[in-house]
Structure formats: C-alpha cells, structure tokens
C-alpha cells in the first residue's frame, strides 16, 4: 500500500483545495445546490480513499464531514453557524494530511469529533449508531502485539441493520464467534458495553487470525442482521517514522489519452532509427535527411506531450486564497472581494510549487497593507507567447514613493541624490529589499515589503522577472513574468571572447547589430538611441571579467530588461536560438549569481545559462564596482 501512498496524498490534496474553495462560495450563497454536492462528493472520496489505505483517523473525520453534508443535502442549504465547523474540519484534515505527508501517526481528531456543533447544524449521527471509534481508542500499541507464524492483525467491522432487533446481543454473538477463530485484541463497543446493552450500529475490532478475510466474511456473513462487513489491515508500522522515504516517490496523473500518445510517439521514434540504420549502412543520404526531419518533428512531438504531463492549472495553487482573504478580512474587519481570473492557466509543476507561498505572500499584502477598509484584491493569470503573466491587484491607496524615497535615504540604501534621480518604477522595486518593510510597518506604505524579497527571488530562480506599479489612490500591481516551464527552454546562444553562453528567451526582448557610429557617450556610459528609447550598453565580456579580443565592424546587441529599463548587452557574436534542457548546478558552482543552470550542446559542449538581471544586479551591488557601460 505504501505505493499508492503519495497518489492518496495528491488526489486529497486537490479535493481540500477544491473544499476550502466551496465553504467559502457557500458561506456567500448557502443554498448553492451544486456546492453543496461537490463538497460531499469531495469529502465522500476523502473517506473512501483514506479507509482503504488503513488511515483510520483521516477516514473518521471525513466521514464525520460527511454526514454534515448529508444533512445540508437534505435541508438544501448551508447554515451560517455551520461554516466555520467545515472550515475547522477541512483543517484538520490538511493537518491530517500533513502527518501523513511526513510519515508520522495521524493526530487525534476525537476533540473536534466530540466537540459541540451549532445547534442550526444537522444531527451527524442517526438514532441506534454510535461514532466509529478512532484506533486510537482500540488501545492495541503494535508493540504489545506479538507475531505469530501464520497469523495477521486485521481490523474488522461488522455493520449491523437497522432494524436489527437487539442489536447489543447480536454484537456480543460476534464477538464470541469471532473469538472462536483468532485472539480479539479490543472492541468498539468492548463486551462489557455490550452486556449494558443500548444503541449499536456497528462492531469494530482487532482481530488477530490464522483465517482469510473471505473465510471470516462467511463466518460472519452467515450470521443474522448483518448488513454488510469490511476490512482493513494492521498498517500503523507504515505510519512509523521509520518507513523508508525513498519508497515515497512523487508521483503524477496523467491522462491515459497523452499515455496513448507516449506509446504512439515510440512506435514511431522506433520506426524512424530502423530507417536510419538502414539508409545509414547503404550510404542513402536523401533518406538519411529524410529520417532526420522525422526524428526532428517526432522530438518535437514528444517534448511538446511531455510538457503536457508536467502541467497543472493555477487553481492547484489558488484554492487557499478565498479562506486566506475570508480570514485575514475577519480579523481586520476589512470587507474585501478576492476575485480569481484565469485559474485555467497552465504551468510547470516545478514552477507552481515554488509559486505557492510567493502567491500567498503578495495576497496577504495587498488585503493587509494595500487596501484600508474596503476593496477588491483580483489575481489574475494569462499567456502571453512563451511567458505566463500572474498579476496580483488590488483598488486600495496605492504606495506613496515619496515616503519610500525617504525610507530608502533613511535606511542608506541610497543617496538623497540617488533617490531624486531614482525613476518611481525603480524606486518601488526598493520593497522587494530585505529588511525594508520592516521599519515601514507604521507607515502609509507599512509591509509592503513583507515577504516581497521572497516573491522577487522565487521569481527570478524560476528565470521569471516581477514589476511593481503604483498610483496613490488607484491601487497596486505587483506583477510577474514566469516562463511555462523550468526543464526545457528556448535560449538565446551567444559568444564572448570564445566562450559561448546561453540568454533564456524570456529575457531577451530583441536583438540587433549596430555600427560603431549609432553609439553615443551619457557621461561614463554608453548608449544606443532606438526611437524615444535611450538604452544603456553593457560589455557581457567586460561583466564576466572575460579577457579582451580584437573586434571590428558592426556590433551585436542584445536588448533585455532590467526592473522595467532596456539594456543593451554587447557580446562577439549571435549564435542562434536553440531549445536546451537545463541542469541544475552542484555546489560550488551554484553559488554563482547571474548563471542560472547549464547545458550541453551537441558537440559535447557545456554552455552556461546566463540570467541578466541578478547578472546586473550582484556587478551593481559589488564593493567598488563602477557602473556599467563602456565597451571595447
């Protein structure tokens, strides 16, 4: 079972989300019929899934869930005083989900069973039906279970009909006959209870037996008022801290349509190298070209399905962001709208874990710090060519640059003359240094910068960029750029001073070659007029301390961005653009900032992958570094 361990963990992890969301959607409209069936549908496979992997507790509290909503089935809405109850729930059972994530005993959940709900809320619990007892409360430790040859620990539950007529004895005949077959560890209600008699729906025990369930499921099935009876094995060992992680593999879905495809595309890729093999032994040089195009289209193919698998739409992320509002707005008093657009959008798996908590982040602060009393914070999510562009918004008083420009001073992150030279794009940026919101929390533009250097770094680790932009009484936009995906990317080949580098695509906006008379001197720098455009020239040689080599005629320029404003990087020579896998580098190497990863071309070649900006960034910030510009 531990291999399905992780598809458990990942299918409840979407139905959470999915729950979260809908408590959140019914609280605004409780009589949302088809809200109200999906969240049972949710929590209804929680239990089922959970009860099958002998994760008591988590399916205990799901059922418990479940019948809450049988009864908002029933009376067709959801009462106000019940939200909060599902709320608690559902964080139980990512807390749940969580100890089952680090491979640790699932916490109790009896207090919340037993706590007292609302009184507008439905009885759980039928007349004649007791709760199922957590395992906990079976009180068998593993450690005071001795093996024996031959025989299994099985947990057993006998579900009694409801008409059955005094259904205490019936469950003491049970016992007593299922006693005759194996050692009965403890009971729910234990024999003692039943002697008292009363109310028993069902009878749960640990049972420890030389017989097969099929053998004891005649036994007991033969039995009058038996309704039905299941099975779960003894597997709190698997919950022990001690069970292997590395049999804990990630796992994913994936549709059996693009599996279809897979198998497609290798009969193929098959066919393709016979050919190959073949035109290759009888020198057949058409065919050999030919092949190649094929293979170059089945790759293509084959890469392009393969990104397919490795996507997941934003809302995988974005089903804690109502609650997250909900709540914030409760303990604020705020009466803010979230509103989600483009969840629909889809990304690299790789990147939207990382984009979680940066996503939190930016949320938080715009309900927190962007908008005063009431408002609308909107994420919203779009494609734009190869670029996903994820914007979060809100309508609030926006960020007063004049007192970040004095922050900065006062903070001496910049001159008094640095900052009146400091464009307001640039300037806001300031919000993403550590440390600067901190003393900006009494402020007008108070905690902006909480966790925005999180946001900035995870951005740009993903090879993504952000920008801020802000108007006094207007709002905030703090906005992202973030390529699709991490493992396959198009980049830009260029050479300096016979070595050749890789600039991701994402970040080259064009490229041009200019002759030595279109630049111009700005001081100590030297730039290129394009239109009403003035861009500063950067050496990329000069940057990588790279030693000089003679260069005549034009020059090769490459346009990116940096926090809003163009810059040219001059380099030898244009290589062409070329679609690279990207490995991550081992320390020390990763230590370098401005190099994102590496590749290796087909000759064998490794070729690292340049990030201009935090490229820029660490020559900006280097003790007695001169600004950029000049080149030979």
């Known amino acids: 079972m531990t291999k399905y361990r992780e598809m458990f963990l990942s299918e409840t992890r979407e139905h959470l989300n999915n729950m979260s969301r809908l408590v959140i959607t019914l609280e605004k409209d409780p009589s949302d019929r088809e809200g109200i069936d999906s969240l049972f549908r949710d929590v ?3 239990k089922g899934m959970a ?3 002998g994760y008591a507790h988590t399916a205990e509290l799901a059922h418990h869930l479940e019948d809450l909503m049988d009864g908002f089935r029933k009376s067709g809405t959801v009462p106000e005083t019940a939200v909060d109850r599902l709320l608690e729930g559902v964080d139980l059972l990512e807390g749940l989900l969580e100890d089952l994530g680090a491979e640790k005993p ?13 009184a507008a809320m439905p009885q759980v619990h039928s007349p004649g039906r007791e709760m199922l007892p957590s395992a906990a409360a079976l009180n068998i430790e593993p450690e005071a279970v001795s093996a024996t040859p031959g025989e299994e620990m099985v947990q057993v539950t006998v579900h009694l009909a409801a008409d059955a007529a005094a259904p205490a004895a019936r469950a003491l005949l049970l016992l007593r006959e299922l006693g005759a077959i194996g050692t009965i560890h403890s009971s729910k209600p234990d024999e003692e209870m039943l002697r008292r008699g009363g109310p028993v729906g069902r009878l749960i025990l640990w049972l420890q037996t030389k017989n097969t369930e099929a053998q004891i499921e005649r036994l007991v099935s033969g039995m009058a008022d038996v309704e039905k009876i299941s099975f779960t094995e003894d597997r709190r060992s698997e919950a022990h801290p001690s069970a292997r992680r590395e ?3 990630r796992t994913v879905r994936v549709r059996t349509d693009l599996l279809d495809r897979f198998i497609n595309l290798t009969g193929e890729l098959i066919t393709s190298r016979y050919m190959l093999q073949s035109a290759s032994r009888e020198e057949q040089w058409p065919m050999i070209r030919e092949g190649l195009d094929q293979l170059n289209r089945l790759i293509a193919d084959l890469h392009h399905h393969v990104l397919q698998v490795r996507m997941m739409q934003l809302k995988s992320i974005t089903g804690h962001l109502p609650r997250l509002v909900r709540d914030l707005c409760r303990k604020s008093g705020k009466d803010i709208q979230l509103r989600l657009e483009g969840e629909e959008v889809e990304l690299d798996r790789a990147i939207l874990e990382e984009l979680a908590d940066p996503l939190v982040h930016m949320v938080r602060n715009a309900v927190d710090h962007g908008i005063e009393n009431s408002g609308e914070v909107t994420v919203t999510a779009r494609r734009e060519k190869d670029l996903v562009l994820l914007q979060v918004a809100d309508n609030g008083r926006g960020m007063d640059a004049g007192i970040i420009r004095k922050k900065a001073v006062e903070k001496g992150l910049l001159s008094p003359a640095q900052a009146k030279a400091l464009r307001e794009r640039d300037l806001l940026q300031l919000v993403c ?4 919101s901190t003393a900006e929390k009494v402020t007008e533009t108070s905690g902006r910068g909480v966790g925005m250097d999180v946001v900035k770094s995870a951005a740009e680790s993903l090879g993504g960029t952000l920008e801020i932009s802000s108007e006094p009484g207007r709002g905030t936009s703090i906005l992202l750029k973030l390529p699709l995906s991490v493992a396959i990317i198009q980049v830009l080949l ?3 001073s016979g070595h050749t580098l890789a600039i991701p695509i994402t970040r080259v906006l064009r490229t041009l070659v200019i002759s030595r008379e279109e630049i111009r001197s700005s001081g100590r720098q030297m730039v290129l007029r394009q239109g009403e ?13 790279l030693p000089a080599r003679p260069s005549a005629g034009s020059i090769p320029v490459v346009i990116t961005e940096i926090h809003g404003r163009k810059a040219g990087l001059v380099v030898d020579r244009l290589s062409g653009q070329r679609e ?10 990763d230590r370098l900032s401005g190099i994102s990863g590496a590749t290796v071309l087909g000759d064998g070649s490794v070729v690292f992958i340049i990030d201009p900006q935090s490229l820029l960034e660490e020559l900006a910030g280097s003790p007695g570094a001169r600004p950029p510009g000049e080149h030979s």
Request: charged share 20%.
């Open 44 to 46: 209804h496979s929680i």
């Open 51 to 53: 009860a099958s992997m």
């Open 106 to 118: 699932e916490r109790e959940v009896a207090d919340f069973l037993s706590s007292n709900a609302p």
């Open 247 to 249: 049999d804990a593999s």
């Open 433 to 436: 240094h550590p440390g600067f």
């Open 494 to 496: 260029v050479e300096c």
């Open 533 to 545: 455009d003035v861009i500063s020239l950067l050496s990329l040689r000069k940057i990588l301390r």
């Open 580 to 589: 690279v896998f990207v490995k991550s580098l081992a320390f020390p190497l």
